[in-house]
């Protein structure tokens, strides 16, 4: 600290005044203070503080902004340093300081793992969880836990690195729970299967949703059914992408699931359904009789939902409205899983309008000469095969596969390689 806060104030420019009424506007809220201009200025604030009343209250407060100022300019490293003088200066701490304390160490990790700094960045992570078994074990804090946990899972999913992001998630899943917010950690955890569906396969986001679906053996309300919802919707993606061996994988994993006890007739149909329907008539034949015996069992020969499996067989009625389906041995035509997954609010968005902003968007996303100037030969070669594909799906009015295309052109950007947006 210097000992001659005189020379402090004419260096940065500050009057005796001004800085004793800066500081005075600190005297709240930790992070509502007055905020100066410069990092000058704040080292004249500080070389103040030993003459004003309360100097430990002041110096904590204005170690405090400063941290918010170089936070905000992306100091990271510095943030955290100020952070941490403060943690172990004498006081009190609130539970918001924690809570702000545990994120930027989370922020201050990614930016390194980004980085390349992996050895840094794991120093940033110990003493986040050191915190958060320590003085920052506060209900407030578990939130900051959860979201920098789960961020990290996701970037090493996405960096292809299966085993701390295993790590990582479990930590997530942990404060998930404590915070009370599963629902998110469940969208998550098949944003976690999506990005490993892209990068390493589907066997790969099959462990992802085997998790998910354990959360409903643990007693996570809700988690199995979602678990097999986000099955079929990547089983549905593999097969609109022509990987029928992990669609295979991910409908076979789902059938055991839903063969456990209690097994569930009205979801077997609907899965047997949603396969079938992929399969096309010919070769889903045996899926579909099997989706509509089971509705017929559960819910009796005359019921919509039995007749619906019916109407898939190729089977049509004189009540029936609308023409007979014919028996073409073709793929049936379906909608990415919506009579699996229930209707889903489009936003009052028509099918023609989201195929034409899909089109444009994976245009501007991955058209050759959209690329960049240093692009490697294998991106060059992705993004004319890629854009192949999308004039084929747009052409032949394909939601799904533009859908599932720009899924992949995404993920394909979270990992690092060069996409523009």
């Excluded at 005075?24 to 100066?36: E, F, T, V």
């Excluded at 998550?188 to 999506?194: F, N, S, T, V």
């Excluded at 409205?321 to 889903?344: H, I, V």
Aim: hydrophobic share 40%; glycine share 10%.
């Amino acid at each position: 600290m210097d000992s001659r806060p005189e020379e402090g104030i004419a260096r940065g420019g500050l009057t005796l005044a001004r800085a004793r009424e800066a500081l005075k506007d600190w005297q709240g809220h930790m992070r509502r203070g007055a905020a100066l201009p410069s990092e000058d200025e704040y080292v004249a604030a500080l070389a103040l503080v030993p003459w004003l009343p309360q100097p430990g209250v002041y110096l904590a407060r204005t170690l405090r902004a400063f941290a918010d100022f170089c936070s905000a300019q992306g100091r990271l490293d510095d943030a955290v340093s100020l952070l941490a003088r403060i943690a172990e200066g004498p006081g009190r701490k609130s539970e918001v300081f924690w809570r702000d304390y545990a994120v930027l160490l989370f922020r201050q990790a990614l930016k390194r793992l980004a980085a390349g700094r992996v050895a840094q960045s794991n120093e940033s992570l110990g003493r986040a969880a050191a915190l958060l078994r320590g003085p920052a074990a506060l209900p407030e804090v578990w939130n900051a836990a959860w979201e920098g946990y789960s961020e990290m899972a996701l970037w090493f999913e996405r960096a292809g690195d299966a085993l701390p992001a295993r790590l990582h998630a479990e930590h997530a899943l942990e404060y998930a729970q404590r915070c009370g917010r599963r629902e998110e950690a469940l969208e998550w955890l098949r944003r976690l299967a999506q990005a490993a569906q892209h990068g390493r396969g589907a066997f790969a986001a099959l462990d992802w949703l085997r998790r998910m679906h354990a959360l409903g053996r643990e007693g996570w309300t809700g988690a199995g059914a979602f678990a097999v919802r986000s099955a079929v919707g990547l089983a549905q993606a593999e097969a609109a992408l022509g990987r029928e061996a992990g669609m295979d994988a991910i409908f076979h994993e789902v059938e055991t699931w839903l063969r456990e006890p209690p097994s569930d007739l009205l979801a077997l149909a609907d899965l047997n359904l949603a396969w079938g329907l992929v399969l096309g008539l010919e070769r889903g034949r045996e899926r579909l009789e099997q989706a509509h015996r089971l509705r017929s069992t559960a819910l009796g020969e005359d019921h919509p939902k039995t007749l619906e499996a019916f109407r898939a067989l190729g089977g049509w009625r004189q009540e029936d409205t609308g023409p007979s389906p014919g028996t073409d041995s073709g793929p049936r035509e379906w909608d990415g899983g919506a009579r699996f997954e229930g209707p889903k609010d489009s936003g009052g968005e028509s099918q023609e309008s989201e195929l034409k902003r899909l089109h444009r968007r994976l245009a501007r996303l991955c058209h050759p000469d959209a690329g960049l100037d240093d692009a490697s030969e294998s991106e060059i070669t992705w993004r004319h095969e890629t854009m192949i594909r999308v004039n084929r799906a747009a052409e032949s009015g394909n939601l799904f596969l533009l859908r599932a295309l720009l899924d992949e052109a995404l993920s394909r950007m979270g990992t690092g390689k060069q996409v523009p947006l």
